[in-house]
């Protein structure tokens, strides 16, 4: 079964990081995100067991998926519900990315082909890329779906007998019903409070060279390992949500007797014989 796997070019610097001194959240790959505009990794605020980051409206930003695994991973990179290698309603078992043991990726944008991508950016919900296509259902939520490679099959080697003779056939039991894929149920009593201004979103931005090769990945299991979910919206609209504590402007207190303050250097030349 066919997968994208990033080219040596647009794999992100790798360097290896133990788990526990690697920021992000996840626990088999870390998961962070980027603002490529201003050039930093953006904070994660946690409430009742979720993660969010508070997106700049206008900023361009990239999923950074760091393998802590020991192992390759697949990465299955959902962008509000849509996949960010089709293009489809994101489900588990589309095509995803090939992450190396203890290497780093930056995913992006949306690709266009295997030459390049649509930069991701922050924006508002009508103008996201889901919402232009009819899917404005799931806008605000990045997902990340991590699979293992499924191990090499066992390879028997024939004892060296003496002399030739019939080799006994034996029967093998029927195979194991495959496991049924796993859905992910949805917290319907989650609801978010009303946002302070309209919720962000993701929008299909320029066009960027960011090239790509097939390369061969069968999965271990039908569902995957292990889901991370990161929820993003502006930093007023997690404020309203009481994700964020508001930050308050400190009251200047000025005192009319602060002490002794010795006078300030003169800049002024000294004049002879002063």
């Keep these: 079964m066919k997968r994208l796997a990033l080219a040596a070019a647009a794999i992100a610097a790798a360097f290896a990081l ?14 962070t995100v980027i603002d490529r505009t201003a050039n930093r990794e953006l904070p994660v605020h946690w409430k ?6 508070a997106g700049q409206p206008g900023n361009e930003y ?33 095509s995803g990315y ?30 996201s890329y889901a919402a232009r296509t009819g899917r404005p259902d799931d806008v605000g ?11 090499p099959e066992p390879v028997a080697v024939e004892p060296w007998r ?6 006994q056939e034996s029967s093998s039991g029927a195979p194991a019903p495959a496991t049924a894929e796993r859905q992910e149920s949805r917290d319907a009593s989650a609801k978010r409070a009303a946002p302070a201004e309209a919720p962000l979103g993701t929008g299909h931005g320029r066009v960027e060279r960011n090239p790509a090769r097939w390369t061969e990945f069968e999965r271990a299991t039908p569902y995957p390992i292990e ?19 508001p930050q308050y402007a400190r009251p200047r207190d000025p005192n009319p007797f602060p002490g002794f303050v010795p ?12």
């Excluded at 939520?141 to 191990?151: N, S």
């Design 18 to 31: 133990p788990a526990c001194a690697t920021p992000g959240v996840g626990g088999l790959a870390r998961i």
């Design 48 to 53: 009742d067991g979720r993660a969010y980051v």
């Design 62 to 94: 990239a999923v950074r998926v760091r393998n802590v695994a020991g192992e390759d991973l697949l990465a299955v990179v959902s962008v509000d519900g849509v996949n960010a290698i089709t293009g489809e309603s994101a489900q588990a078992a589309q």
């Design 98 to 127: 090939v992450v190396g043991s203890y290497t780093s990726m930056d995913v992006s944008g949306w690709r266009k082909n295997m030459q390049r991508t649509a930069a991701f950016y922050f924006t508002t919900l009508p103008d």
């Design 141 to 151: 939520v990045i997902g990340v779906a991590l699979f293992r490679r499924k191990p």
């Design 162 to 167: 003496p002399m030739p003779f019939a080799k």
């Design 227 to 245: 889901t991370i979910t990161i929820y993003y919206d502006s930093a007023r609209n997690l404020v309203a949500q009481g994700v964020i504590r």
């Design 263 to 274: 006078d300030p250097v003169s800049h002024y030349p000294s004049r002879p014989g002063a």
